[in-house]
């Protein structure tokens, strides 16, 4: 059985910055595409940030560009998600996604992705 693992959130406050990670149990995270995804109480799950299986191809959400960095390191077998310049509003739940098939067009869709973490909190008070 394949499990996500998220770790990382926590408290900052604004234009401070926080690491989020991922592990995969059951499965080597390389063979993930991974997808980083938050969501607030009463509002839909949004799309974050993703990378492909070899890191070559990465998407962000416009609201995170030039903020956040999501890289991998298969040799560790770990995904992360450095997020810089925290704003109130990335404050959420976080939630590591991996598909082991996904094309690059739908990195975005959050169908894609079989395999979901837990979720982590990032809260940012100002």
């Known amino acids: 059985q394949v499990q996500l693992v998220e770790s990382g959130g926590g408290l900052v406050q604004v234009g401070g910055s926080l690491r989020l990670s991922c592990a995969a149990v059951g499965r080597d995270l390389s063979e993930f595409h991974i997808g980083w995804f938050r969501q607030v109480p009463g509002a839909e799950r949004e799309f974050v940030a993703a990378i492909s299986r070899s890191g070559a191809t990465t998407v962000y959400a416009d609201s995170v560009k030039g903020r956040f960095t999501i890289s991998r390191d298969n040799a560790k077998n770990t995904g992360d998600l450095k997020m810089n310049n925290l704003k109130p509003e990335d404050a959420a739940a976080y939630f590591c996604?991996?598909?082991?098939?996904?094309?690059?067009?739908?990195?975005?869709?959050?169908?894609?992705?079989?395999?979901w973490g837990q979720g982590t909190q990032v809260t940012v008070s100002s």
């Open positions: 996604a991996g598909d082991l098939r996904l094309g690059t067009n739908r990195m975005r869709d959050i169908p894609s992705y079989r395999y």
